[in-house]
């Protein structure tokens, strides 16, 4: 499950930000809330994403080499400590969805902060994924692995 859902985070919100991007140019409104909604769902899908990554956290382990197993402990880190961003942004764009139907002179501005903080944790997502990538694919190994953490992650079942 985590690795068909794992793009979502980073594809969906780039889709969405390139959208938001051109809503905003277009100074549309509709178009506006529409990419909102894609920059909203793209967000709310690192929740999924992170639990089908715990969850997979022992198989994959035990698939691992031990190169992989120390990118795959990088990985869980990097999730673990900056998922928070992809919520923030989630709810900085229902924000910028609901708020402008009371005071619509805040669509701009908040349409524009959303974009702001996508680019940012869309490179949190790349961040977090280049990690990620390195675990079972020895052709994306151009560096040696991050050294072992002090303390190993323990899995919680």
Known sequence: MHVLLNPIP???LAIGVVGLLLAVIARNRSTIVIALVLVFLSGLSACPTYYY?????DRVTAMADTA??????????RA???IPAFYMLAGLAFVAI???????????????????LGLVTLGIGGWIAYAGGHV????FRFEPPPSPRE??????H
Do not use: C
């Open 10 to 12: 980073v594809y969906g």
């Open 53 to 57: 990554g715990e969850a997979a956290y």
């Open 80 to 82: 673990e400590n900056l």
């Open 98 to 116: 609901v708020t402008p139907v009371k005071w619509p002179r805040s669509s701009l501005p908040l349409a524009i902060s959303t974009i702001v």
């Open 68 to 77: 992989g197993d120390q990118w795959l402990d990088e990985h869980m880190e």
């Open 151 to 156: 303390h190993h992650h323990e899995h919680e």
């Open 136 to 139: 079972r694919h020895k052709e």
